[in-house]
């Protein structure tokens, strides 16, 4: 249990595009989802917090016009990067937490985004 | 706020040799721990975790970490490893007044294990 997915895997796109990355948890209710940016050879770091029916709430840095965060649903969480430039090339991470009491998060696959 | 040091980048070492990832953490309040590996292009699995209890925690294949809280680690060993056990490790904390929120993860150590 607690499998977490995330689609597309990859994509490329011009600059300039909007790209949505969705983030799925198959097999339970998330109440809570993450979106993490990974650069290569470096660590993971928290983009914002996403509760459903909520707003996102985003981490120092992170431009919310720029990643647009969608938690309409329990399972679902998406992950708009709008008016993509070369420099939004990264491995997006999402995760997702069952329940607040929960201690854990359980990752999904990344989505590996390169900008033209 | 909490920070995690992962004093290694590259540990390299010969299959069925043992292995130890270092991870130490800055906190000044209780903490939870926790050992991920990501293999490439793949997201992150989680290998074991500390929350309270026994100092030594045994994770899925192989792996085990001690916490010692008077040196502030949380090292991850395993006995004999594998060449499937190549792959990057990240050690996170999380502060339990927030739970699983506010995760710090590590820079990492990419572990190559040499046939």
């Known amino acids: 249990g607690a499998v977490v997915s995330q689609h597309p895997s990859w994509v490329i796109c011009k600059s300039g595009t909007s790209v949505k990355i969705e983030c799925r948890s198959l097999d339970f209710q998330a109440t809570t989802m993450f979106w993490y940016r990974q650069f290569p050879k470096q660590s993971l770091m928290l983009m914002a917090t996403s509760n459903e029916g909520s707003k996102a709430t985003y981490e120092q840095g992170v431009e919310k016009d720029k990643f647009l965060i969608n938690h309409a649903s329990l399972t679902l969480s998406t992950l708009t990067v709008t008016s993509a430039h070369p420099e939004d090339s990264s491995f997006y991470i999402c995760?997702?937490?069952?329940?607040?009491?929960?201690?854990?998060?359980?990752f999904g696959p990344g989505t590996r985004l390169t900008v033209l | 706020a909490q920070s995690v040091t992962q004093l290694d980048s590259q540990v390299p070492v010969f299959e069925e040799a043992p292995v130890e990832l270092r991870c130490n953490y800055s906190?000044?309040?209780?903490?939870?721990l926790f050992w991920y590996v990501q293999y490439p292009n793949q997201g992150l699995q989680l290998l074991l975790k500390y929350l309270s209890g026994s100092t030594l925690v045994k994770g899925i294949n192989g792996f085990e970490a001690e916490f010692n809280k008077s040196q502030t680690s949380f090292h991850l060993r395993k006995p004999s490893v594998h060449i499937s056990d190549t792959a990057e490790y990240f050690c996170?904390?999380?502060?339990?007044?927030?739970?699983?929120?506010?995760?710090?993860f590590g820079t990492g150590t990419r572990l190559t294990v040499i046939p």
């Open positions: 995760s997702a937490r069952r329940d607040r009491a929960e201690n854990e998060q359980f």
């Open positions: 996170a904390v999380s502060n339990p007044l927030t739970g699983a929120n506010n995760l710090f």
């Open positions: 906190s000044s309040v209780s903490v939870y």
